[in-house]
């Protein structure tokens, strides 16, 4: 059964950091590419990062390049979303999703329940 569990979001003060983990189990973690989504209250869900299984090429939207970078780590079976320079507009809901690299979510079959991050101004 895959399983994908979030952490590390909380409530941070604009201009903080915030380390965001998913952990996972239940299929060959080495093998897929990771991603992590953001759903803010009332918007649409929206790509954030992506990273390919060996780590060879990673994507960062627009909106977040230079503050935010996904990694991972295979022997751990974590991927992980360092955030810098946190801006209220970041506030949402962070979910990491397993699947074929890209920025479309279509392209990621499992995901996990997602982990509240407010970034307070």
């Known amino acids: 059964q895959v399983q994908l569990v979030e952490s590390g979001g909380g409530l941070v003060q604009a201009g903080g950091s915030l380390r965001l983990s998913c952990a996972t189990s239940g299929f060959t973690f080495s093998g ?8 803010a209250l009332g918007k649409e869900r929206e790509f954030v ?6 780590s060879t090429r990673t994507s960062h939207a627009t909106s977040v390049k230079g503050r935010f970078t996904i990694s991972r780590d295979n022997a751990k079976n974590t991927v992980y979303l360092q955030m810098n320079s946190l801006k ?8 990491c999703a397993v ?3 890209s920025n479309d979510e279509r392209s990621y079959s499992s995901w996990g329940q997602g982990t509240q991050v407010t970034v307070s101004s």
């Open 49 to 54: 990062a992506a990273i390919t299984w060996g």
């Open 99 to 101: 699947g074929s690299y």
């Open 88 to 95: 209220p507009e970041d506030t949402a809901a962070y979910y």
């Open 32 to 39: 897929y590419a990771m991603a992590w989504f953001r759903q």
